[in-house]
């Protein structure tokens, strides 16, 4: 239920319109008519049966629309398309629909005119079913046989003063006229809210646009918005907030990817990051965003990918020769994907729908592959951009961009500042040697973390992704087969020095064996010297004990004769 607000705040009810009530800070006035005008197509009278629908079941507001061109049964059947059960809420007593013919062949002008009639036929389909909301749909072709252009401008006063006293939140539509908003030229000045719609082609590509002109007596939205037309009714895109005051995470999130990982100082990228894998085609930008997306699922978060080239299905089968299987998580209500090529939509609309999509199925993890397929004036691709980046960090989201590059980088015309927004850059290259080709990857940037600055190879086969060192050294950096001969020529040199090496070990221990086999002899010679030597001085030292007993022999013989 609309109710007022506390203070001076204008009371307003709410239409149920995704984003409008945004732009609106809370959606129409109260009690009080709006003016929804536009040309032919741009969804003038789908907005207004959103709005008493929505009233109707959302916010228990009955309304009555009043149709001066559609009979009821062509209206309910041009918005049931849209899940709008009509005839089910004129049922229920919570709609109330009136065809008023006006065939302006039949029509005589004469005496005065007025919308007495008009008055008490509104009047008593509001107070059966104790209607809150009106429609009018549309003004001009209530007016459509009278041409005093004074009369006309007085009965238009009366009508929206009537309906201001009886407090009914109107919605009146409108032709868009060749001077002004409108064919008359009043309604505008008239009413208290007033919508312009817009249904721009610009390249062959069809764009809606909405401006709210005015509104009496509260703040709102000045700029245009984007809005979307499908299936699932109207959306709003509101112009997301120019303040960089989004929340930050400290939390890693990790690529599924071993060797991607660590080179990342923490292990991953930050969540809520914004990350841009750019490359040529063919070097693995929608593999690894598939890895991210895996990664995600196995968590058990959700995860969204926009992808402009290929279907859902067509990734899914390509993830398996990785040994990927990303359909258990679209099974599972995990992963969804959205595919729409870049041409059907213009930009604007392209985003409304991310926009639409994001809020309902509220994903952790969103991929766009590739972002390089939107084609647009490269002002409008910047204002995308920004506006897409500037969404993904309001909410939180993790976002991985693909783009693809002649070189794998970007140009000063192709850059559009995306890669100044990103978080962290992963450029993919392929190196072309010997005959062959070479995936190769590198960080460019990762804010706010500590990352390798290392060139590293990467391959793809049926058992994953498998990231290796590229070779550098003297003959520069290798890869591939280039690689595995260098590799095998170190080897074989390593291999070469090693023996070399133990040759020398063992002809040095034959030295020193020969050199102890020779000092064991010299020491034994030694021994025997030591023996004989000691042998003879002891024969020298008996002999001289003998001759010195054998002399005092002699000299006590010597004695006793004398």
């Known amino acids: 239920m609309a109710e007022p607000l506390t203070g001076k705040t204008l009371a307003k009810a709410p239409t149920g319109i995704s984003g409008f009530d945004d732009v609106t800070f809370g959606g129409l006035p109260v009690g009080r008519p709006s003016l929804v005008c536009g040309s032919a197509g741009c969804g003038k009278t789908l907005f207004a049966v959103t709005f008493l629908v929505n009233g109707a079941t959302k916010f228990d507001e009955p309304g009555v629309f009043m149709s001066f061109e559609e009979r009821a049964e062509d209206l309910g059947a041009n918005v049931a398309s849209l899940g709008y059960d009509l005839d089910g809420l004129v049922a229920e007593g919570r709609l109330a629909i009136d065809h008023v013919r006006v065939e302006r062949s039949e029509i005589e002008e004469t005496g005065e005119y007025d919308l007495e009639g008009l008055f008490i036929r509104l009047g008593y389909a509001v107070d059966t079913i104790g209607a809150k909301r009106v429609v009018l749909d549309t003004i001009e072709t209530l007016f459509a046989g009278l041409s005093d252009a004074a009369i006309l401008r007085a009965e238009l006063r009366r009508l929206f003063g009537w309906l201001k006293d009886r407090g009914l939140t109107t919605v009146i539509t409108g032709e868009r006229g060749d001077g002004g908003l409108t064919r008359q030229g009043l309604e505008e000045y008239v009413s208290d809210c007033v919508i312009l719609l817009d249904n721009r082609v610009e390249e062959q590509v069809t764009t809606r646009r909405l401006r709210i002109v005015k509104y009496r007596g509260s703040a709102h939205g000045t700029n245009e918005y984007p809005f979307l037309i499908d299936e699932d009714g109207i959306s709003v895109l509101p112009v997301t907030s120019a303040d960089l005051d989004y929340g930050v995470s400290d939390d890693i999130v990790p690529t599924g990817i071993e060797g991607l990982d660590a080179m990342m100082g923490p292990g991953g990228f930050f969540r809520g990051s914004s990350v841009l894998i750019s ?279 010597r004695s006793a004769a004398e």
């Open 279 to 557: 490359g040529v085609a063919g070097t693995g930008k929608t593999t690894i965003s598939s890895y991210i997306v895996d990664a995600a699922c196995a968590r058990g978060e959700r995860a969204m990918s926009f992808v402009f080239e290929e279907s859902g299905a067509q990734i899914c089968r390509n993830a398996s020769s990785v040994g990927l299987d990303l359909t258990r998580h679209v099974e599972s209500g995990l992963l969804r994907f959205e595919a729409a090529r870049p041409t059907l939509y213009g930009l604007e609309t392209h985003l409304a729908r991310m926009h639409r999509d994001i809020e309902r199925f509220d994903p952790s993890v969103v991929i766009i592959d590739p972002i390089s397929a939107l084609r647009g004036p490269a002002t409008e691709l910047q204002a995308t951009l920004l506006r897409m980046v500037d969404m993904f960090k309001g909410r939180g989201i993790t976002a991985v961009f693909t783009s693809l590059r002649t070189d794998g980088g970007f140009d000063e015309r192709g850059d559009l500042g995306l890669s100044s927004l990103m978080d962290a850059w992963i450029k993919l290259l392929d190196v072309e040697a010997n005959g062959e080709r070479t995936r190769t990857l590198y960080v460019i940037k990762a804010r706010g973390m500590s990352h390798s600055n290392q060139v590293r190879e990467f391959q793809m086969s049926a058992t994953g992704v498998r990231l290796l060192d590229a070779y550098v050294g003297s003959a520069g950096v290798l890869t591939g087969t280039a690689r595995v001969v260098q590799e095998a020529r170190e080897e074989a040199e390593a291999l070469r020095r090693g023996q070399e090496s133990e040759r020398r070990k063992r002809e040095v221990i034959r030295r020193r064996q020969a050199i102890e086999r020779q000092i064991a002899e010299l020491r034994a010679s030694l021994e025997v010297a030591e023996e004989e030597e000691t042998v003879l001085l002891g024969e020298d030292e008996s002999r001289e004990t003998l001759l010195a007993t054998e002399r005092r022999a002699i000299i006590q013989r």
